[in-house]
């Protein structure tokens, strides 16, 4: 079966795709996330098998005489891959390559394909790369000796350690070759993206004083189209799945005396592969250094509401559960049955609707982005120098001011000002401010 490992490319391929229905699931699809993401890949879909099953048989997951049905439908449909929903341990796919004589992927397999003809900067490729190496490692059948060259005894590096003199012959293994080989390409890939890594927590750091927001979502849900409407910023858009992802990141002004960093970040889709998040760690810093996370969701989709979930779990497992989260329900310009909408209106009732493609609802976001991004208003008594126009300036161009007065050289002003916006505030001026109001 080794033969059937050398890609795990599913491009133009003729796909089966296979779902197993555990006990007390409370989602249970028709493989559509499964089919979009087969399509995504290349693949063409010509059969789904789709059983419900008391527990995962060990070796083969569905059990083998499910095993063996599976294999009819596959010579019956002249297939040349199966793809499950489900991941799989290197014995189960063993096993049912065997059974099946053809190549077998599982659900992660199948993302990191996907991830690897979208990648296009120099990092995606690299993080794409590294999740692909971690996940196949402990697949391995002798399919990456293309890696490398392999090193004599005692000739190996830091990054990839062959072994000391006498402690490794002409008789090891291919196996442990490839393995080692492998070994020193994570290090050297960890290696490089260490430095994006450091790189990009330096841009980070450098906004401090900056709201940030970032867009998140189920992939193809609209986030790079909203990007583009609300900041002109030309990126990429495409109707399809994982579009991008490179984070964007643009300055927009959601009202008057307010500039914020707008983010796009990688779509998500239920059960990302952990290698996946672990390696696109720095593009998810976005997302976890926010101060606001505008989830945007598709309301055409008939499964919104658990593409909503999905995401919300997605968030919880990268530590961003807690964060403040507005709620967007996009597309609604493609939306079939207005009862969709209704019903995330009434699951969700401090949702905005909009259409990133029309611009319908667009203003209402940016207005309950800018009162998020001030905070609830308090009235403040602000005293300083006539000639600090810094300080005046800031209140004019961020708060209302109801009253302002002047008094031996001093000007003492009132004013409505954002309670985010006060800290701003204290550092062109730590001490003469009072809240009268809150």
């Known amino acids: 079966m080794e033969k059937l490992r050398q890609t795990l490319r599913v491009r133009k391929e003729r796909a089966i795709l296979v779902g197993a229905i555990m006990p007390r699931e409370e989602h249970i699809d028709d493989l559509a996330e499964l089919t979009a993401l087969a399509e995504s890949a290349g693949a063409v879909v010509v059969d789904r098998f789709q059983q419900r099953i008391r527990s995962i048989n060990p070796v083969t997951y569905i059990g083998k005489g499910k ?29 049912l390559e065997r059974i099946i004589g053809i190549k077998v992927l599982d659900r992660s397999e199948l993302i990191l394909d996907i991830f690897a003809t979208r990648a296009k900067t120099r990092q995606a490729i690299l993080q794409v790369e590294l999740a692909q190496l971690e996940y196949t490692y402990p697949r391995l059948t002798r399919m990456w000796t293309h ?38 390409r994570i290090t050297e890939l960890k290696r490089e993206l260490a430095t994006i890594d450091r790189r990009k927590v330096r841009e980070i750091d450098g ?43 643009r300055k927009w002004s959601p009202g008057r005396g307010a500039e914020v960093l707008l983010s796009d970040t990688v779509g998500f889709v239920r059960s990302l592969p952990h290698q996946l998040v672990a390696s696109f760690r720095a593009t998810l810093e976005e997302v976890v250094n926010a101060d606001l996370l505008v989830h945007v969701a598709d309301v055409s989709s008939g499964d919104a509401l658990w593409q909503i979930e999905s995401v919300n779990q997605v968030l919880g497992e990268i530590g961003c559960g807690e964060k403040p989260i507005l709620l967007v329900l996009n597309k609604v310009d493609a ?104």
């Open 67 to 95: 095993a063996f049905q599976l294999a009819e439908r596959v010579s019956r449909h002249k297939a040349d891959v199966v793809i499950f929903d489900k991941d799989l341990s290197p014995r189960q796919i063993k096993e």
């Open 147 to 184: 890696l490398d060259s392999v090193a004599g005894a005692g000739g190996g590096t830091a990054a990839g350690v062959v072994g000391g003199i006498g402690t490794r012959g002409p008789g090891e293994r291919q196996l442990e070759i490839d393995r080692r080989l492998v070994n020193k």
């Open 207 to 249: 906004r401090k004083g900056l709201f940030k927001i970032c867009l998140v979502g189920y992939t193809n849900a609209g986030k790079s189209t909203l990007l583009n409407a609300l900041t002109d910023a030309g990126v990429f858009v495409a109707d399809r799945l994982f579009a991008t992802l490179d984070t964007r990141t």
């Open 335 to 438: 939306v079939k049955k207005m009862s969709d909408v209704e019903t995330a209106q009434t699951v969700f009732p401090d949702a905005i609707c909009i259409s990133a493609k029309t611009g319908q609802g667009l203003e209402l976001l940016s207005r309950v982005i800018l009162s998020k991004y001030k905070g609830a208003e308090i009235l403040i008594r602000v005293s300083s120098s006539q000639s600090d126009g810094k300080v005046q300036g800031f209140l004019r161009a961020h708060g209302t001011v109801t009253q302002e007065r002047y008094d031996d050289g001093q000007v003492i002003i009132d004013a409505w000002l954002g309670r985010n916006q006060v800290a701003g505030l204290r550092r062109l001026r730590p001490d003469g401010i009072e809240i009268i109001e809150s």
